[in-house]
């Protein structure tokens, strides 16, 4: 299993039209359909207003470099 943490930084005040623009575009559920995607979710920062974090989990590394190919 390969678990990831990738943190976003927005520009200044624009974290929730990013975080629209992803949502809209299908792109997260589009990958959560992807083989050995067993999660992919986005989280705000109560601390940080232009921050986001991204969790990702699969089910090999294997898997995780076929979605980034």
Do not use: N
């Not at 809209?24 to 940080?48: K, M, N, T, V």
């Amino acid at each position: 299993m390969l678990t990831l943490l990738v943190t976003y930084t927005a520009k200044a005040g624009q974290r929730d039209a990013f975080l629209q623009a992803v949502l809209q575009s299908g792109l997260p559920e589009r990958i959560r359909q992807e083989d050995g995607c067993l999660r992919y979710d986005y989280f705000l920062s109560a601390e940080r207003p232009d921050e986001i974090l991204l969790a990702e989990q699969w089910a090999s590394p294997e898997q995780q470099e076929i979605h980034l190919r």
